[in-house]
């Protein structure tokens, strides 16, 4: 199990830096960058893709990143939003 956390646009994984230790294996990655003409659909499964998220994974974010993290939960099964 992984709590996975996307940052908003303007940010990158730094935002996340002050957690520490939170007793689970935590990935902060950086967001590419959306492509030219790319929907937020093919974006959140380019990245789902990536990260290779699954079932067992816990996704949040904020800002953009939590619109992302919504519609990777839309389209996949993950073990929380």
Known sequence: MRLILLPGLAADERMY?????????????????????????????????ELQIGESDLIGGCSFGS???????RQRPVGAL
């Open 17 to 49: 830096g002050g957690l520490g230790d939170i007793g689970v294996a935590l990935l902060t990655p950086r967001l590419p960058a959306p492509r030219r003409g790319e929907t937020m659909p093919e974006f959140a499964r380019r990245v789902a893709d």
């Open 67 to 73: 619109l992302v993290a919504a519609e990777i939960a």
